[in-house]
């Protein structure tokens, strides 16, 4: 057995490897030209400054793991809108306590998501023509909340989402909740009936599962996540931020890819786009280190994600002719 | 016991059309708790479409069913899963990627509420399991990592499991080895004596001998009779099936008569050498000489459509299929090579294939043989008109205007401009997958006589056809596909209904040399 070999072995079984390893690598060559980087006192800032992309691209996940080419491009101006609904609409009315905020900020994303879900699972529209309508939606909203002049606020809390609770960074939480909700539906029959769906929808429907309850629980969670990515944004840069919505859009869905999770649905994980968004995250960095002009970054994440894509395709097609 | 309560299903008058088609007329059906109920038909009987509304894939059109006793809900899959009917398909339903138990138990719990414990799961499964395979394979195991006898044994597990009163088994057994098959037989024994009913679809009479109590017949979507199994002998099966009536319809040698079969000296056109359709079937060859007409024959599924697609796209796996020329031979690897060769081919699907729905009959015929039509680069609507005169009239295509939508034709005017498409690139081998399916009486004659006409000139035509009456009149020789293998070939003289049908089910076996010669060359 060759290393080409036992590298696609290792891939064909964790799909996520590949970004694990290019999220490593590109971590030590970010160190070690930087060697600042990794200091203790910088992780909660390096943390905070990942975090909006890290949660955007769990957002993105479930909708495509639900199959039928399934894909939610409203993710990040759906983002963008709940950053902007708290710096606008809520912060200056004195609404700052967690316990109101999180949930208005988790509802809307949820209730946006369940509408996506409903578009593709009942009334049968393509995800992506469905997904594009609520993007464009979305971002007009959000352009119209945020007015002409950029709002801008705080609170004791965001400050500690982008700084640290004690000696706990928080963008640990942030990150860490999705993972956590996750891994508390996994205890469900959910997410494997997501899977399944994902996988096969014919057969799953067969099977008496209920595919338009899944497929919109699978949208309604990637809104509910889009709802912390949000607070992320919000915690990190304080202020509205309407245009960078199509930024997060796209960046998530490469991330998603690149974490090894199949856009035909099925195959993936929540993990891998984590890790995917890790490598389009230190890429970025290590462009900015290198002085590389920012005009060249998107050039570069489009080559990767190519890049990862073929190299998807390529385990696959091994992975099938090995069954065959 | 009363008789009431033994009755697990009844079906009554169930119809359904889709769109033009009845595929299910009115098909009445009782089944019996604790009884293997077999159901029996040749293609296009019903049986797909009456399986599919007794799992709430369709709605009837009229009629309904009950199980025990209770009339059922109709919503989807699961409304009938939950009345107690689950069904197994002769198509491998599952979901590759995930684990055995997960296949196993898929569509139990709730989206997001458990009803069984990962425990029981876990024994039960196995128990299952362990009766079909002997072994159960390891629970954690992707489904796709198993063999494909393995992946369907899951998917009766599935069914198996969840303990229906009424087990459709659609052609389930064909993707099974043949331990397992038995295996699954035993473990019906066992679940019948404990009152469930079993409808028992399948190609097999030697499965349907093994395992039915009764034998129930579908012909041209009616339920024409029930019988007991000591009563099912295949002559009068077979004499179910095909229906006395039909050979009325067949004029005393056919109106093909006449057709002698290729000369003794004709040229093979087409060879095709060692193709396998499916790994574990036995290889095919196949000669095709000029002026001859070849008909594919089979139950649906059986290998004659992977044939007829293997001509014109080439092999999918093992073997060759070499185009023989005058300037030398050319192997088929693509449908643009098999197109360059000279050889056509008509599509099953004529909608999704065929037709460009939004374009007109005249876009239609032409969108094959648009380069002749060209002028300094631009195309010519009166040169394309020109061309399509010369087969409409030989065609007898009726139709409006050569600008109206290709939709306003009837099915058998719409097929005629595909042919007629393939016709303007002048094969020399037409393939046709099936072309009269839903093609009126007299249309059907007019695209008999054209390929009647067709293989005087020198055209060798090879047919799928899925109508049993059509390749007694039409065909030199029959090569009938049983399981992915061609098992018979029957040749003019030896082409009956019954002689056909039986070979379908791998009955009566009545070889012959193919081809049989004749003294005067006609090409």
Redesign the interface.
């Known amino acids: 057995m060759n290393a080409l070999d036992f590298l696609r072995g290792l891939l064909g079984k964790r799909p996520y490897a590949f970004a694990g390893l290019l999220a490593l690598l590109l971590l030590v060559v970010n160190t070690a030209l930087q060697p600042a980087f990794l200091a203790f006192g910088n992780w909660a800032a390096v943390l905070a400054s990942f975090a909006p992309l890290a949660v955007a691209a769990m957002a993105s996940t479930p909708a495509i793991l639900s199959g039928g080419g399934g894909i939610d491009i409203s993710i990040g101006p759906l983002l963008t809108l709940i950053d902007i609904v708290i710096v606008a609409n809520l912060l200056p009315n004195g609404l700052t306590s967690p316990f109101v905020v999180i949930p208005v900020c988790l509802a809307i994303g949820a209730a946006i998501g369940a509408v996506n879900g409903a578009l593709v699972a009942v009334l049968r529209f393509q995800p992506v023509v469905a997904t594009l309508c609520a993007n464009i939606v979305i971002g007009g909203l959000a352009t119209q909340v945020q007015g002409d002049t950029v709002p801008s606020g705080s609170t004791s809390w965001t400050k500690d989402l982008a700084g640290s609770f004690g000696p706990v960074p928080g963008a640990l939480l942030t990150i860490g909740a999705p993972l956590l909700i996750w891994w508390a539906l996994s205890r469900?029959?959910?997410v494997?009936?997501l899977?399944?769906v994902g996988?096969?929808d014919?057969?799953?429907?067969?099977?008496?599962?209920?595919v338009p309850?899944?497929r919109i629980?699978a949208y309604s969670l990637g809104g509910l996540y889009a709802g912390i990515a949000g607070i992320a944004l919000m915690s990190l840069i304080s202020e509205g931020a309407a245009s960078m919505s199509a930024q997060y859009t796209l960046l998530a869905i490469a991330a998603v890819a690149l974490g090894g999770t199949s856009l035909a649905g099925?195959?993936g994980s929540l993990l891998g786009s984590l890790l995917g968004a890790a490598g389009i995250y230190l890429i970025n960095n290590l462009l900015n280190v290198v002085r590389v002009s920012t005009l060249w970054s998107t050039a570069i994440y489009g080559a990767m994600l190519l890049f990862a894509v073929v190299v998807g395709a390529v385990l696959t097609n091994a992975?099938r002719r090995a069954?065959a | 016991m009363s008789e009431q309560s033994q009755v697990a299903l009844e079906v009554t008058g169930l119809a359904k059309s889709f769109g033009a088609t009845r595929a299910l007329r009115s098909c009445s059906l009782r089944l019996l708790a604790g009884e293997v109920h077999a159901l029996m038909g040749e293609n296009g009987s019903g049986k797909s479409t009456l399986v599919k509304i007794l799992t709430g894939v369709h709605a009837p059109d009229s009629g309904g069913y009950r199980v025990g006793g209770r009339a059922v809900r109709l919503g989807g899959p699961a409304a009938a899963i939950a009345a107690g009917v689950m069904a197994v398909y002769q198509e491998v339903l599952v979901v590759g990627p995930r684990s055995v138990l997960e296949n196993v138990w898929l569509g139990a719990d709730g989206v997001f509420r458990r009803k069984i414990s990962e425990a029981d799961k876990r024994e039960r499964a196995a128990a299952v399991l362990g009766e079909l395979l002997g072994e159960a394979p390891d629970l954690d195991t992707p489904v796709e990592q198993l063999s494909l006898s393995d992946r369907q044994a899951c998917g009766i597990a599935r069914a198996l499991v969840r303990e229906p009163r009424v087990l459709i088994l659609d052609e389930a057994t064909s993707a099974l080895d043949v331990a397992t098959r038995d295996r699954l037989f035993e473990a019906i024994a066992r679940h019948k004596a404990a009152g469930m009913a079993v409808l028992f679809v399948s190609h097999r009479m030697d499965e349907v001998d093994a395992i039915s109590d009764r034998v129930s017949v579908l012909r041209s979507g009616e339920s024409v009779a029930t019988l007991e199994a000591e009563d099912a002998t295949t002559a009068e099966l077979v004499r179910l099936m095909t229906g006395a009536e039909h050979l009325t319809d067949i004029p005393e040698g056919g109106a093909m008569a006449h057709r002698t079969g290729p000369a003794a000296d004709a040229p093979v056109l087409l060879r095709v050498r060692g193709l396998r359709l499916r790994p574990d079937a036995d290889p095919v060859d196949f000669e095709l000489r000029a002026g001859e007409m070849v008909g594919l024959a089979g139950l649906e599924g059986h290998g004659q459509d992977a044939f007829i697609k293997a001509l014109w796209h080439g092999p999918a796996g093992e073997g060759s299929v070499t185009r023989v020329e005058v300037g030398g031979e050319s192997e088929i690897r693509s449908e643009q090579r098999a197109a360059a060769a000279g050889i056509g081919y008509v599509p099953r699907d004529r909608r999704g294939e065929a037709l460009f729905g939004t374009l007109s009959i005249r876009e239609n015929f032409s969108a094959a043989t648009q380069d002749k039509d060209t002028r300094f680069g631009l195309l010519s609507r009166a040169s394309a008109l020109g061309r399509f005169a010369e087969y409409r009239s030989g065609l007898k295509v009726r139709m409006g205007r050569e600008s109206d939508p290709i939709t306003t034709l009837s099915g058998g005017n719409q097929q005629k401009v595909v042919i007629a498409r393939w016709l303007a690139r002048r094969p020399d081998v037409l393939l046709l997958n099936d072309p009269t399916r839903g093609v009126d009486i007299g249309a059907k004659r007019d695209i008999y006589a054209l390929l009647d006409e067709l293989t005087a000139r020198g055209v060798a035509v090879v047919m799928l056809s899925t109508e049993v009456d059509e390749h007694i009149e039409l065909m030199d020789r029959v090569l009938v596909f049983r399981e992915g293998s061609h098992s018979t070939t029957l040749d003019r003289r030896s082409l009956t209904r019954q002689s056909l049908v039986a070979a379908f089910f791998g009955r009566t076996v009545t070889s012959s040399v193919a081809g049989s010669a004749s003294p005067d060359g006609d090409s």
């Not at chain 1, 014919?202 to 209920?210: E, I, L």
Request: cysteine-free; hydrophobic content about 45%.
């Open positions: 469900t029959p959910f494997k009936a899977y399944a996988g096969d014919a057969t799953a429907f067969s099977a008496g599962v209920n309850k899944v629980a099925g195959r992975r069954v």
